[in-house]
């Protein structure tokens, strides 16, 4: 057998019904699957690194999910803890339920967290559970992350009270930290801030608090820029250290398409331009496998995200109506003007796999015609927000209506159901608000509700605003209140 994983039981797929009614000690127990090897005619005693990651979960080198009846839970799911996360801590060994859900976290919800998902690179499955399994608050975070996703896959109902113990020490521990008068906050502390943002985005009010995700998001904000050295540590460039490029991209990503989403008017992203300096020297065209497109790109959107929201506050009016008279002045026309032909000279650069590829993946498998279409397609997305929401253009547009169709043809470069999907949301919501043609929206509708299936409630909520667009004929940025479109 290999001695790169360590077995602990099978997932069933069957409901948590909760503490105090669930039996958390038998919840993985059950024979080893090698006892069953149906799904590999390999002999027992070959083992090598290949059947190791595919056959227990590690590896999914088309990047496609399981089309069988069923999906991820179509077969009973062996458990295989990689090593080199061992010893694990108390809370994990001692629960078998908690045992499950770091298993679930691994295996299936840091899949749908990327694009493109290398089982070696993808900071989800190697860096995250790392840094949870040396830190308890962000152990919990990442089962309580676990348990909120798995429930929403089986559609089965979230173990409320669960969570709820998990999450208790939490914000009182980061209040803590925020005391800290010399600011000296861990990379642990950052983790579970911009954790707290991301689970309230794909799960609202999971903890029994009514904390809307851009709250959350204001803290990680806060912790990052306050902390001496940010995110770049003694580092000349922040990319050279794997965790703080892990943690920059996740929030930046948060961050910048919170604000597209029409995150608090006062908020600024400023603190991301401090970065740009790193990037443009190494990686400018690196296509960020946590965000899905170049690191180019990220600033170009946080640019315009800064003009919309300004845009937008004289644009739509206190009646949420948008102001049918309003046009940019000179000056935010030619900034917007300038924006536009760094968008259109970014998109035809020529990118490459990041970092964590590079240095832990397979650069080889790397699925260049997918990255390329995602990458495309959130350029063509930050154009549509430039045209509409900054130079004010209508929605019939042909600068408008050429930039969705190529959004289109993007999705068609993408195989339904797979890791890229899940993270296509800003453009697929993009495309569909300004889509005119009934053959594209059906289309960008077909493409929600598969990618609904990945157990994001984001999605959903997305795609609900965008019907009532259609429904409506308004602009969405007058009928969105809490919705994350990424």
């Known amino acids: 057998m290999s001695t790169e994983a360590t077995y602990y039981g099978i997932d069933r797929g069957f409901p948590d019904h909760d503490l105090g009614r669930n039996d958390d000690i038998s919840a993985i127990s059950g024979s080893s699957p090698l006892l069953q090897r149906e799904f590999t005619e390999a002999p027992f005693d070959e083992p090598s690194d290949d059947l190791f990651w595919n056959e227990f979960g590690f590896g999914v080198e088309t990047n496609e999910y399981n089309d069988e009846e069923g999906g991820y839970y179509s077969k009973a ?24 859900y770091f298993h679930h976290f691994l295996n299936h919800t840091a ?20 840094m949870a399994v040396k830190n308890d608050n962000l152990l919990s975070l990442l089962l309580a992350y676990s348990a909120s996703h798995r429930a929403r896959v089986l559609n089965h109902p979230e173990p409320t009270f669960r969570i709820a113990l998990w999450v208790d020490d939490i914000f009182p521990a980061l209040r803590q930290a925020l005391s800290d008068p010399d600011k000296n906050f861990s990379d642990a502390n950052l983790a579970t801030a911009i954790m707290l943002a991301s689970l309230e985005i794909i799960s609202p009010k999971v903890f029994g608090y009514d904390i809307p995700w851009q709250r959350h998001l204001s803290l990680a904000r806060e912790l990052i820029t306050a902390r001496p050295g940010g995110l770049r540590g003694l580092q000349s460039n922040f990319r050279h250290n794997l965790v703080y490029s892990f943690l920059w991209s996740w929030a930046a990503y948060l961050d910048v398409i919170g604000s597209l989403s029409g995150g608090p008017r006062g908020s600024s992203l400023a603190w991301i331009f401090d970065y740009e300096v790193d990037d443009i020297v190494d990686g400018y065209d690196e296509i960020d496998c946590i965000m899905g497109f170049t690191t180019r790109c990220i600033y170009l959107l946080a640019k315009i995200a800064d003009l919309a929201r300004k845009c937008d506050a004289e644009r739509i009016g206190d009646d949420l109506e948008v102001r049918p008279d309003w046009e940019p002045s000179e000056e935010v026309f030619e900034q917007a003007s300038k924006i536009e032909s760094a968008v259109t000279e970014s998109m035809v650069q020529s990118p490459v796999p990041c970092k964590h590829i590079h240095k832990k993946g397979d650069v080889e498998k790397w699925d260049r015609r997918e990255m390329e279409a995602t990458n495309e397609a959130f350029h063509w997305a930050g154009l549509v927000h430039l045209y509409r929401r900054i130079m004010g253009k209508p929605s019939e547009d042909r600068s408008v209506q050429t930039a969705v169709q190529k959004m289109v043809e993007c999705f068609l470069r993408i195989k339904p159901g797979g890791t890229a999907e899940s993270c296509l949301l800003f453009p697929m919501f993009t495309a569909g608000c300004d889509a005119r043609d009934e053959g594209q929206r059906a289309l960008i509708l077909k493409r929600f509700l598969t990618a609904e299936n990945h157990g994001m409630t984001q999605v959903h909520n997305a795609r609900r605003l965008m019907q009532k667009v259609w429904e409506t004929d308004k602009p969405w940025e007058t009928l969105v209140s809490t919705e994350f479109i990424g």
């Open 111 to 130: 899949r749908v967290l990327v694009p493109y998902d290398d089982p070696h690179s993808n900071p989800f499955r190697t860096i995250l559970p790392q």
């Open 77 to 100: 799911v062996p458990i295989y803890i990689p090593r080199n996360l061992e010893p694990l801590p108390a809370k994990l060994m001692d629960n078998p339920m908690n045992i499950l």
